[in-house]
DNA sequence: AGTCTCATGTAACCGGTTACATGATTCA
DNA sequence: TGAATCATGTAACCGGTTACATGAGACT
């Protein structure tokens, strides 16, 4: 099977918003993208045209002072169907890029019922997985020896259940 | 140049702490190692092949049963030799993977001073980072308007800096 | 006898990084 | 006119995932 191309939604999001070139993507990823996602542009040309044999994006071209003709791309209909399939897919939770955040960045205020679902599927994944973690501190260090002679792991695990318990405090002001 | 190939650390990190078989190893990212990374039987044999020819680490056979012969690999001085190297070295903030968790996991009580040195290089770059965060928030939210036309962008923003946030006190704790 | 786990490998492929390569436009 | 940025592409390589493949040991 097939990896999951993220990179493809996140393309199709932006071009959703507006029409972009290759450069601007690009750009985007140095930017507001650059928190959570990063891409170069060694990357970017070649999945747009790929994109564009699939018929998901086309382009048109823009004439630039008197030589450079920039290539402008635009999402078609094909390209929004997929785009709006993916948000509405269950998101991946223990991948090493958060596709629920991925996701989210692309939600706007027109989606409120959507983004209700979204967020109480996160809540309860989230939720399993620091009730998880916490069962792994209770069997690994229920005393205050193990934290010592282990003091890294011991660290790394707090840190976890640490960050878990933020992202569920997070979730929940949306 | 070629990319940072942080799997090799792991292994050595784990065979300092006491020889494994290729199995154990794939084992350990199932369990303890899999909060923060991950590594499938298919990656880590041929990368123990890999190293065992470049003097990193050896192998001895153990017999199990009539027939079958595991084996059994043990770091050798140069495999421990960059792995303290590798400890030592400041780690890169910005990568998909934080090299940071990946080395306090095997920070014994041993090293206090390692210890001490490598929190305060991350709370001074974490703490730039959250600086970072918030300017970004000042610029492109500073009032309710552009928080409702982009609400997704806004709650990843923020989400952002609460776990910036967070782990800044998570690392004043250790 | 059959199923699950232990145990070790290879091959094809994909996504991402680094490097190579070229040329136009803008602005100081 | 020279430097920075805009703009677009290709090639080599690496790390990681999925799938293919095989067999032994433990336990029911």
Known sequence: MAQKNRLQYIV???LNIESRTGYDL????DSDIGEFWSANHSQIYPLLKKMEQENLISHHEVQVGTKLVKKSY???SDGKKIFNDW???PSEIDSSHDEFILKLYFIDDKKPELLEKM???QLSARSDKLEHLNQQM???FPDQDKRQTQYGHYCVLKHA???ETDYIEWLKTI
Request: aromatic fraction near 4%.
């Open 12 to 14: 199709l999001g932006l």
């Open 26 to 29: 690009t750009k985007a990823f």
């Open 74 to 76: 635009d999402i078609m």
């Open 87 to 89: 948000l509405e897919e």
């Open 119 to 121: 967020v109480a599927e």
């Open 138 to 140: 209770r069997d690994k």
């Open 161 to 163: 259940i640490s960050r």
